[in-house]
């Protein structure tokens, strides 16, 4: 840190409130009750009830409040709601008066959120950041204290960083939504070249359609492992987080045992994940669930993985979309709908050429995505690291 910059204990600065709000107040809901500060950007949510058995600790407008057990993970605010409402909040929050003539609440607030002053604490308050921190324990804490002039500075710059970093992620959030429709776009943009080719119902181009097994898997891997709605992920099949059924029948075996090339179809989920489907090309014996629709193509006919790309492809979420039935919190698309699905059937061969393009463009697009997620978390990280060094007077 900055040699000149005066060492002052947060005490000298910060007053702790200990004022009880009126439970007739709390109970009518004139004084809100906090019901969490986030910790990605210390906002403060309320609760929606005003029903509390707790003891509770009464918060003023431009008071700075911290979560005595989450303040280390950024759980630190400052309540500055549109009126002079004040608030309320447990005993395991604290709210302290900032003394304006010696402080910035706003150069408080990045202090106090840094890796910075984690490292301070670490320190001076031994165990500081893994148990509750009391006002006992954090207003001893010495921090660097420069004048009322450079402390506004100090918030300015990491202001001006932050609106520059928080722009950089946006953009770098609408380019990865932009390649994550990239392969989509492809598929309709090759399907369309097809269109001069008669389209067949999807009941025409498999040989068998099934519900999976309702039976209740566990997590005894003895059992015969059982592909669920949730290992259906972006157009494939992950082997994670696998359940497993116990001692399976002979028709259980028969019904339910997957083959390679079998497609599964989400029949039940959330109406922007309902109708997704993967191609199976797993080893061994697999069971699937109840909530997935197991279809079996004719290979004569049609190439599995182009039907899967045009099952998830925008025509077939479209259809997906319009077809589903909505349940309570989720969506549903049962099988006699499924096999209404029209489908462009070109030769085997220019479906073929087809799968094998769209290929190659997944995996360019997931390398993409790797790089673009791999910037992200590096934006991510970039103003935590600039505060510290603000304060550390590196920059």
Same mark, same amino acid.
């Not at 969490?36 to 409040?65: A, Q």
């Not at 280390?72 to 304006?100: D, L, R």
């Given at each position: 840190?900055?040699?000149?910059?005066?060492?002052?204990?947060?005490?000298?600065?910060?007053?702790?409130?200990?004022?009880?709000?009126?439970?007739?107040?709390?109970?009518?809901?004139?004084?809100?009750?906090?019901?969490?500060?986030?910790?990605?950007?210390?906002?403060?949510?309320?609760?929606?009830?005003?029903?509390?058995?707790?003891?509770?600790?009464?918060?003023?407008?431009?008071?700075?409040?911290?979560?005595?057990?989450?303040?280390?993970?950024?759980?630190?605010?400052?309540?500055?709601?549109?009126?002079?409402?004040?608030?309320?909040?447990?005993?395991?929050?604290?709210?302290?008066?900032?003394?304006?003539?010696?402080?910035?609440?706003?150069?408080?607030?990045?202090?106090?959120?840094?890796?910075?002053?984690?490292?301070?604490?670490? /320190?001076?308050?031994? /165990?500081?950041?893994?148990?509750?921190?009391?006002?006992?324990?954090?207003?001893?804490?010495?921090?660097?204290?420069?004048?009322?002039?450079?402390?506004?500075?100090?918030?300015?710059?990491? /202001?001006?960083?932050?609106?520059?970093?928080?722009?950089?992620?946006?953009?770098?959030?609408?380019?990865?939504?932009?390649?994550?429709?990239?392969?989509?776009?492809?598929?309709?943009?090759?399907?369309?070249?097809?269109?001069?080719? +008669?389209?067949?119902?999807?009941?025409?181009?498999?040989?068998?359609?099934?519900?999976?097994? +309702?039976?209740? &898997?566990?997590?005894?891997?003895?059992?015969?492992?059982?592909?669920?709605?949730?290992?259906?992920?972006?157009?494939?099949?992950?082997?994670?987080?696998?359940?497993?059924?116990?001692?399976?029948?002979?028709?259980?075996?028969?019904?339910?045992?997957?083959?390679?090339?079998?497609?599964?179809?989400?029949?039940?989920?959330? &109406?922007?994940?309902?109708?997704?489907?993967?191609?199976?090309?797993?080893?061994?014996?697999?069971?699937? &669930?109840?909530?997935?629709?197991?279809?079996?193509?004719?290979?004569?006919?049609?190439?599995?993985?182009?039907?899967?790309?045009?099952?998830?492809?925008?025509?077939?979420?479209?259809?997906?979309?319009?077809?589903?039935?909505?349940?309570?919190?989720?969506?549903?698309?049962? +099988?006699?709908?499924?096999?209404?699905?029209?489908?462009?059937?070109?030769?085997?061969?220019?479906?073929?050429?087809?799968?094998?393009?769209?290929?190659?463009?997944?995996?360019?697009?997931?390398?993409?995505?790797?790089? /673009?997620? +791999?910037?992200?978390?590096?934006?991510? &990280?970039?103003?935590?690291?600039?505060?510290?060094?603000?304060?550390?007077?590196?920059?």
């Amino acid at each position: 840190m900055p040699e000149k910059w005066p060492q002052v204990a947060l005490g000298e600065i910060l007053t702790e409130r200990n004022e009880t709000p009126d439970p007739a107040l709390v109970r009518s809901g004139d004084i809100p009750i906090i019901s969490k500060i986030r910790f990605s950007d210390g906002e403060i949510e309320y609760r929606t009830d005003s029903e509390t058995n707790t003891k509770m600790i009464l918060i003023h407008p431009g008071d700075l409040v911290l979560s005595g057990i989450n303040a280390m993970k950024g759980a630190i605010a400052i309540y500055t709601p549109e009126t002079t409402q004040k608030a309320a909040a447990t005993i395991h929050y604290a709210a302290y008066q900032v003394n304006k003539k010696k402080a910035d609440i706003r150069y408080l607030w990045w202090l106090l959120r840094s890796q910075y002053f984690q490292d301070i604490l670490l /320190q001076q308050v031994p /165990q500081g950041i893994k148990t509750e921190l009391k006002a006992k324990r954090l207003l001893p804490v010495v921090i660097p204290l420069p004048s009322l002039n450079e402390q506004m500075e100090i918030v300015l710059a990491i /202001q001006k960083f932050s609106l520059k970093i928080h722009s950089a992620l946006q953009l770098q959030k609408a380019a990865i939504q932009e390649n994550g429709q990239v392969v989509g776009s492809m598929t309709v943009s090759l399907m369309n070249s097809y269109f001069n080719v +008669s389209k067949v119902a999807l009941k025409e181009l498999i040989r068998d359609i099934r519900y999976g097994t +309702s039976r209740k &898997a566990d997590s005894d891997p003895t059992g015969v492992p059982v592909i669920r709605m949730g290992n259906i992920q972006n157009g494939t099949i992950t082997f994670e987080d696998l359940k497993y059924l116990k001692e399976p029948s002979t028709s259980e075996s028969n019904s339910f045992t997957l083959q390679k090339g079998d497609i599964l179809v989400n029949r039940t989920n959330s &109406a922007d994940l309902v109708g997704k489907s993967a191609v199976f090309e797993g080893n061994g014996t697999f069971f699937y &669930a109840s909530y997935i629709i197991r279809l079996r193509p004719d290979f004569s006919k049609i190439n599995p993985h182009f039907l899967n790309y045009y099952i998830n492809s925008p025509i077939g979420r479209e259809f997906m979309l319009a077809n589903k039935s909505q349940l309570i919190g989720q969506a549903n698309i049962n +099988s006699k709908k499924l096999l209404a699905l029209e489908i462009p059937v070109p030769d085997l061969d220019k479906q073929e050429d087809c799968v094998r393009q769209l290929r190659t463009l997944s995996l360019l697009q997931t390398n993409i995505s790797t790089f /673009q997620k +791999s910037c992200l978390n590096e934006l991510d &990280a970039l103003l935590p690291s600039i505060v510290s060094k603000i304060f550390q007077g590196e920059i």
